[in-house]
């Protein structure tokens, strides 16, 4: 299925016929989820029948106690689940008196109508791109409104969204994406069809072990495209946000509510120098030993450099004679002269260079490895996978299993 046909077939599914799916992964039966979902079991059995054919895919099978879930409908369960709940919490801050008849109202052609609004920015300029009469977008408006409560305004450039219907439209939107994602997953277990996904690494984030880790990705998914993109930790959580990059992995500091944060390990920087440095066959060093020879810093803000000036706090720091992000560029500026510098490890190995290590104690606030998604967004198979992969070559244990997923938010 292409992915033309996977959006239009997503945009004429209701959130109704995604709220008796879930309920029937949580109530094992139709008669119960219809019960649940305040419906007729025929009209539950016929939205159902119609989602199945929308995705184009077996989601429920009879069973001894009732319809059950299919592989494929699990898989699509937990993230219809997510939805579910995530929709629950977008009309909650709508506001709207009644929110049950917002969810149960709400059509695909009404948010059809957001999601033209948004690209466009007025009612007027989305009745022309989408070659409709402006009194039938305002009718469909109309209708929606009175269940929600004012979402437009007049302006002297159209009819736009208030503040909060913008973010109520974008975060529908949202629920759509998800929803898309979703069902080319099932396809692609379907058709055992290519997958895809791009990871964001950030720059001090080591190469050569992440290499191994989607090398041996890879070899599980022969069919699998994956795509790495190599930016700062800042522009690598703008692309995440911008549904840019599936999951960015590295040190990253500070994120918002709307991302989730997995971190895996912290390892501790120690200082290196070249073999045969002056320091190397000393006793454990001093602080005014290290001060004085010139350093290799890390870049402003970096993990690397809040480490270094806080390891020289309150003393005249050292000649910082070069200053870098990757571990590897780092080492070059080290090997062959006497500059010292903090490195992890791992970068220490990195390049090829003859690096030493200085006899002095860890550094412990050293480089983290986090991994870091979106909270709005269920992993696929392959972000599950390479999450796995990651922790194996780290030697670390998957966090507790929270609302049936294994993350840890930071």
Known sequence: MNPRDVHDRCASISFRQ??????????GGIQRAAHACGVSQPAATQALSQLQDKVAASLLERGLGGM????????????????????????????????KAVEHRLTPAQV???????????????????????????????????????????TPDGTRFTPQAQAFAERIRALREDMAIGVRELHAQQTNAETSIVVGA???????????????????????????LREGPVELVERLRAGEVDLVVGDIEAIGRDLIKERLVRTPYFVFGRPGH????????TLDQLIAYDWVGGTPGSARETAREALFAGMSPPQVAFA?????????????????????????????????KMPFFPVEAGLGIDVVSRADRAPTQLHLELVDLLRAHLNVEAPESIGGASRRVA
């Open 68 to 99: 059950t879930l299919t592989p494929l409908g699990r898989l699509l369960h937990a993230r219809v689940d997510r939805i579910c709940a995530q929709l629950d919490e977008v009309i909650a801050d709508l506001g709207p008196a009644d929110r």
């Open 112 to 154: 059809r109508t957001l999601s033209a609004v948004l690209d466009t920015g007025s009612l007027e300029r989305a009745a022309l791109a989408g070659g409709v009469t402006r009194e039938g977008l305002r009718r469909s408006a109309g209708v929606l409104e009175k269940l929600t409560g004012p979402l437009f305004v007049r």
């Open 202 to 228: 950030a720059q001090a984030f080591g190469n050569r072990f992440l290499a191994r880790v989607l090398a041996e990705l890879a070899t599980r998914h022969a069919g699998a495209r994956i795509t790495v």
């Open 324 to 356: 870098a992000s990757e571990g590897a560029i780092v080492g070059h500026f080290v090997a062959g002269s006497d500059r010292l510098a903090l490195m992890t490890e791992h970068e220490s190995r990195c390049g090829g260079l003859a690096l030493a």
């Open 278 to 285: 002056p320091l190397s066959g000393s006793e454990t060093a």
């Open 18 to 27: 995604l709220r008796l799916f879930a309920a029937v992964g949580h109530h």
